[in-house]
């Protein structure tokens, strides 16, 4: 008998809560997981660790174990105001009742969570922004996949390039959708992430508006892309193109290194050239 699922069953019963699964709402019910993904954020007596979307609190109680200080933040009430009677009494958890992406960020130094498939990339670009020692995730395998794309292939994005200039990301293992109540549609990845030193442009926003703008047009080399949009004409379109290295505007956008695009970046905003359609 699985005892966390038993229990996940009678407390989402008990408080009338529906998981929606078009969200990704879902409970990771295998113990041993559980306890592996501690083992995972290695969580000492000097760490305070952030958890986003605790669930019934199984994963909280475990961490709670080893931490000097875990502060969940849950967005529902109800399961707050549970979570508050189950597990604060053990004298080291705060319960924060809010949605994490519109809440200041906590002061912690790592973060452990299974959060909710909708809004990991929010998600963990806040976490990057709070400058965390060391994260451990468990999210959609797909997205994962991404994060940890090569250049040139498939999967290879925004995300993979914003991600890996500000942090190393492991993928640690495979967890199947059956180890889930409800059982997702998808399989899921625990990846172990740390920040990194980056350049202060990689975390800029205009740098991320700038990415996402070159891979609209993923398979146009740079050259093509850069001229179509940001409609570059005259003389200050020659000005942009001769400054890129040429190795650069023959690439294709999708074959570019992350490096790469820091590179661009940096020339378009040297000479001015933040239009609209950027």
């Known amino acids: 008998m699985n005892r966390i699922l038993s229990l996940t069953k009678r407390y989402c019963k008990e408080l009338g809560v529906r998981p929606s699964k078009r969200l990704g709402q879902t409970f990771l019910v295998d113990e041993a997981l559980l306890r592996r993904i501690v083992d995972y954020a290695e969580i000492g007596p000097g760490d305070d660790v952030l958890e986003v979307g605790p669930g019934f609190g199984f994963l909280t109680q ?26 604060e009494p053990l004298g080291n958890v705060v319960v924060v009742e809010g949605d994490f992406l519109r809440i200041d960020s906590p002061r912690v130094n790592k973060a452990v969570s299974n ?10 670009f806040k976490i990057l922004d709070m400058e965390v ?8 395998k797909e997205f994962a996949q991404r994060m940890t794309a090569q250049p040139g292939t498939r999967g290879y994005g925004r995300l993979t390039v914003s991600v890996s200039l500000r942090a190393n990301v492991e993928r640690l293992e495979y967890v199947p959708s059956s180890k889930f109540f409800p059982k ?24 991320g508006q ?14 093509k892309a850069l001229r179509h949009l940001l409609d570059i004409s005259g003389s200050t379109g020659e000005v942009v193109l001769n400054r890129m290295p040429r190795s650069l505007l023959e690439k294709r956008v999708y074959q570019l290194e992350p490096i790469e695009f820091l590179e661009i970046y940096r020339i378009l905003y040297e000479e001015g050239v933040f239009g609209d359609k950027i």
Do not use: G, N, W
């Open 115 to 124: 959060p909710p498939y909708s809004i990991a990339s929010p998600l963990l």
């Open 184 to 207: 997702p549609k998808v399989d899921s990845v625990v990846v172990r992430i740390i920040p990194k030193q980056h350049p202060p442009e990689a975390s800029h926003p205009r740098f």
């Open 62 to 87: 475990l961490i709670a174990e080893r931490a000097r200080k875990v502060i969940c933040v849950e967005k529902d009430r109800r399961m707050a105001e549970f979570l508050r009677k189950r597990v």
């Open 133 to 140: 020692e060391l994260a451990v995730l468990t999210l959609q």
């Open 210 to 223: 700038i990415v996402a703008a070159l891979f609209s047009q993923r398979r146009r080399s740079l050259r």
